[in-house]
């Protein structure tokens, strides 16, 4: 199942083979506690450290790039869960150098919902999936939400009597952690004459980012430097300025909406 070096004795073989026993419970199963998980991992992380300090080979066994990454990724977490963040970053960059690169789509972590793209970055929509997006209350019932080959479009009418609006919100599940994701991006196009408003719910603060933007028309893409630990919700609003607005048509469209990796972790 693996190799073994001259200098490994029974010992170090068991101190091995345990170690992994305990972290692959960590990474089997949907439903095991946090606190169990974090319990498994800090035992492989206390081999990590034994087998360091002994000059020891820190043996790996011959799996798929998958578990490697799957592996990486949770040690990563477990660092990050305790503030070390940099130990974090160096296991989340083994994560993203796995290759081929799979996509995981029965991750544990918050992942599980939110993609983990190969630069390192997180894709919180591509908008293939809008279900998730919640219509808040608005005064205009003919609001469009459509998503078409990954991208999202907002329209509606104007009428002329009254200041109108198309708002969507998105709540991920437990909040999506930032640790050392500081920037949100978004691919946008603003029709001309439409205006774009987005606000961002970090830590229980919201805050606008976008106010009422006029669009020029082009695809732009927009970043936010973010602080904070969890992002909890990201709110769109496609409205009028005003109430002397003339434009007839009112539109934006989104291809998605992504976390970027801190820069000098890339």
């Known amino acids: 199942m693996f190799a073994l070096s001259g200098a490994c004795t029974v010992a170090h073989i068991a101190r091995h083979n345990w170690a992994y026993i305990t972290l692959n419970k960590a990474l089997a199963a949907d439903h095991i506690k946090a606190a169990d998980r974090q319990a498994k991992l800090a035992h492989f992380v206390d081999y990590l450290h034994w ?85 808040e209350p608005v005064n205009n019932a003919n609001v469009n939400f459509e998503s078409k080959d990954g991208v999202v479009c907002i329209s509606y009418q104007n009428r002329s009597d009254q200041r109108d609006i198309a708002a969507y919100s998105l709540y991920p599940e437990d909040g999506v952690q930032l640790g050392y994701h500081t920037t949100l991006s978004a691919r946008v196009k603003v029709e001309q004459g439409s205006f ?21 028309g082009d695809w732009e893409t927009f970043e936010f430097p973010l602080t904070g630990d969890v992002l909890q919700a990201i709110k769109l609003g496609v409205s009028e300025p005003s109430q002397l607005a003339a434009t007839q048509l009112y539109r934006v469209w989104i291809d998605w909406i992504q976390l970027e990796l801190a820069s000098d972790l890339n």
Request: hydrophobic residues 35%.
């Open 51 to 135: 087998a360091q300090s002994h000059n020891s080979q820190i043996l790996s066994p011959q799996d798929n790039s998958k578990a490697t990454m799957l592996r990486s990724i949770f040690i990563g977490e477990y660092y990050r869960s305790r503030g070390n963040v940099d130990r974090a970053a160096w296991w989340y960059r083994q994560a993203i150098q796995c290759e081929p690169y799979p996509l995981w789509q029965d991750s544990l972590s918050y992942a599980k919902r939110d993609r983990l793209l190969p630069n390192g970055n997180i894709l919180i929509t591509d908008f293939g999936d809008i279900e998730r997006w919640i219509s």
């Open 196 to 216: 774009l408003t987005l606000e961002l719910k970090v830590d229980g603060n919201l805050e606008r980012y976008l106010n009422y933007y006029e669009g020029t």
